[in-house]
């Protein structure tokens, strides 16, 4: 019997002595809030569906089974469509984006994800003055926090509509204690590092997480990462990774994070796993046999992709990322100088003993799409290739690069990788889905990764409907329960009774994504209805203007 048999058994017996429909109760105690009746149930196990009814009272499911005779002040007739536990995105970004721009967070609810893993190597907290800046809005008020614990009490206040887990994004901790430039933390430093990932911790983080391609994080060695990642391990932490590297070093990239796994004694996460560029496809086969060898072998290990074959990047992180070494302001002021951009051009072109995403996209611009980019951009440039922005600006390919860099703020989707890595990754048990972007609200934005719209639901289109690479109910289970007893959920992910109310209700022959690339601002369609902890956030297809969602913490 497979593990994740076995929780389903365990959860509906949590309720069963209480919620059994069988058992002679008064008409009071068997009262729903609301029945969903005549469903296909997959109830996020892996079991193969079955026919029935679900029952919500307040924020739990009261009951699964047959319940005619229950009495229910809203019956919706699911007519055979669907019912399964809400999706949980392993790496969804931002959260604060929900209290400061509230209808971003639509563009996770259409796709049913009610539950979503924020951050990165990055985190909200800890802060530090240097760090915060300017602060952020909601409803006009300047919010101000430094610690995870104040941080939370801010989002509790204006509410949210979908529920969030946290990490530690060891990226932040270092911005704290040593900035942005590559050093090496003293002991004394690397104790102030450790004591503000305990602080998260105990505020409720469910581990430390890292970006280890990005400035300043990559100049964090193994042994700092390891002494951090103890901190949270005392707390039952996870070690959460964008790996060191996802091309041509993917291997040893794996190693590294099973060997800060061990040292620290916490199971790991690797975020987005993919092997980037055309001459490192073959190697996605030996990255799956490297965790499965580590699995055996007694290590926690387990991973997410995203079901796209192009990546979204910061522009910037197509130079090597030792020219940040001094400061981001401090190498980007010499970009103005043409020698200097010569030298960069003749490196991206000529090397390729770094994490080179020019040579990913098969050393053409023509496969590097922008979707965003700072007010300092002109806007025309967005959602065309860095060949085609070239065009638009009036000039040559690479200064049209060199130029977007300087700028800041611009992000791309290269086209780096291909669809036989996705089934692949899909194969292996232990591979669970991701969004990898924040809530976007395509009134604020000007465009996004489709993924931010459509991961979800083109699990389901794609690679259940039209690939028959998974079953449905192995495509809920990967992004239900699976996801819930990564991050410690463990009231959460199932179908069963006692179990909180995360629910979609959706059509399984019309659910699919719509965003496409190019054309990203468009919402999933096809799921009918959301519930967040026993609230209706998508009634009949309808958004509805409420914030049930939950801090979850550790």
């Excluded at 017996?13 to 729903?32: M, N, Q, V, W, Y």
């Excluded at 998260?200 to 700092?224: F, H, K, N, Q």
């Excluded at 990774?241 to 790991?268: C, F, K, Q, W």
């Excluded at 390729?352 to 050393?363: L, P, Q, S, T």
Aim: net charge negative; glycine share 8%.
């Amino acid at each position: 019997m497979r593990y994740y048999v076995a929780l389903a058994v365990f959860a509906a017996a949590i309720s069963t002595a209480s919620c059994a429909p069988g058992r002679e109760d008064a008409a009071e105690d068997r009262a729903l809030d609301v029945l969903i009746a005549d469903a296909r149930i997959v109830d996020g196990a892996g079991n193969p569906w079955f026919r029935g009814d679900v029952g919500i009272r307040g924020d739990r499911i009261a009951a699964v089974g047959h319940l005619d005779d229950w009495p229910a002040t809203r019956t919706i007739d699911a007519a055979g469509r669907v019912v399964s536990p809400g999706f949980i995105d392993m790496m969804g970004q931002s959260s604060l984006v929900l209290v400061t721009d509230p209808p971003s967070a639509e563009s996770k609810l259409r796709q049913g994800i009610t539950t979503y893993l924020s951050g990165e190597g990055g985190s909200p907290a800890p802060q530090s003055d240097e760090t915060f800046g300017d602060g952020a809005v909601a409803d006009g008020d300047t919010l101000t926090w430094r610690t995870y614990s104040e941080y939370f009490a801010l989002m509790e206040r204006y509410g949210i509509p979908l529920n969030v887990v946290h990490n530690v994004g060891l990226t932040q901790v270092r911005r704290v204690v040593l900035g942005e430039r590559d050093v090496r933390p003293t002991p004394e430093q690397l104790e102030q590092m450790k004591e503000l990932v305990r602080q998260g911790m105990e505020d409720g983080a469910v581990g430390v997480s890292t970006s280890l391609i990005y400035p300043p994080a990559v100049y964090a060695s193994t042994e700092e990462l390891i002494e951090l990642t103890r901190v949270a391990g005392e707390y039952g932490g996870t070690y959460f990774t964008h790996m060191r590297n996802e091309s041509h070093a993917v291997l040893d990239a794996i190693h590294e994070a099973i060997t800060i796994g061990e040292g620290a004694g916490v199971p790991v996460h690797i975020y987005h796993l993919k092997a980037a560029g055309e001459e490192n496809w073959p190697l996605m086969v030996e990255a799956l046999a490297l965790i499965d060898s580590a699995r055996t072998a007694g290590m926690d290990v387990t991973a997410d992709i995203y079901p796209y074959i192009r990546n979204g990047i910061g522009l910037g992180s197509f130079l090597h990322p030792r020219h940040y070494a001094e400061g981001t302001s401090a190498f980007l002021a010499t970009l103005a100088d043409p020698a200097v951009r010569a030298e960069l051009r003749r490196e991206v072109e000529t090397t390729a003993d770094w994490e080179n995403w020019y040579r990913h996209v098969g050393m053409d611009w023509e496969n590097v799409l922008i979707v965003s980019a700072s007010r300092a951009v002109d806007e025309r440039v967005i959602n065309r290739s860095i060949a085609g922005a070239a065009e638009v600006l009036g000039t040559d390919p690479w200064n049209a690069f060199f130029d977007l860099v300087q700028a800041r703020g611009v992000s791309v989707n290269p086209r780096s990788m291909n669809e036989e890595q996705k089934w692949q990754a899909l194969a292996a048990e232990y591979v669970m889905i991701d969004t990898d972007a924040s809530p976007v609200n395509p009134a604020t934005s000007a465009s996004a990764h489709p993924r931010a719209f459509g991961a979800f639901p083109r699990v389901i289109r794609k690679y259940v409907r039209q690939d028959g690479a998974l079953s449905l109910e192995d495509a809920v289970r990967r992004m239900s329960s699976m996801a819930a007893q990564r991050l410690g959920l463990h009231d959460r992910g199932l179908v069963a009774p006692g179990l909180v109310a995360d629910l979609l209700l959706f059509d399984p022959d019309a659910i699919r994504d719509v965003a496409d690339f190019g054309d990203a601002m468009r919402y999933a369609e096809g799921i009918d209805y959301v519930f967040v902890n026993g609230v209706a956030v998508i009634d009949d297809g309808v958004l509805v203007d409420v914030r049930p969602g939950r801090l979850l913490r550790r």
